[in-house]
């Protein structure tokens, strides 16, 4: 069965850090590409961040360019955003999601983690 | 950026109703959209693919339909599961967008 599991969210100051980690488990992950959505409360949803099969490709909403980076380890079939500089506008719901190709798209995604970004 | 836009923003239906929602394109995305369905609280879930492929276990009373810059979903028959809020994305070229979601409600 696939599971991507979230974790690492919380309550964070403006200005602060945070990393997330999505684990993989039940498919090859290093066979898949990977992205980063989030949904502010109430709102949509808003793609931030695509990481391909071995790391060689990254791409970033302009929202985020600049403050976080996306890394896998797939040794480890995980996945990660490093969130720097927050702000009370990247507060929202942050969901790792599976890319079973360039044609398929997104077939699977996190149960979410929820970031606060307030003093 | 291309723009996804869906119409309606909301609709409200009865059990056992046929209803369609509607993806627009700010420019032709081949057949590069998905759909998905999220229900309050929950993480987004996958239902359709290349515009008209069902995803694995997606029953099919969920079929899609379009190329290019016009898209629809169909859901025929609604039970009370599926009322919920539906997103199209388009995946053909990043950034990666979203439709501002059709939320989909019992009349």
Known sequence: ?????????GLVQPGGSLRLSCAASGFTFNSCEMNWVRQAPGKGLEWISYISTSGSTIYYADSVKGRFTISRDNAKNSLYLQMNSLRAEDTAVYYCARMSGSYVGTDYWGQGTLITVSS | DI???????SLSASV???VTITCRASQGIRNYLAWFQQKPGKAPKSLIYAASSLQS???????G?????DFTLTISSLQPEDFATYYCQQYDIYPLTFGQGTRLEIK
């Open chain 2, 65 to 69: 339909s379009g190329s290019g810059t």
């Open chain 1, 1 to 9: 069965e696939v599971q991507l599991v979230e974790s690492g969210g």
């Open chain 2, 16 to 18: 056992g109703d046929r």
């Open chain 2, 57 to 63: 276990g997606v029953p099919s009373k969920f079929s």
């Open chain 2, 3 to 9: 723009q996804m836009t869906q119409s309606p923003s």
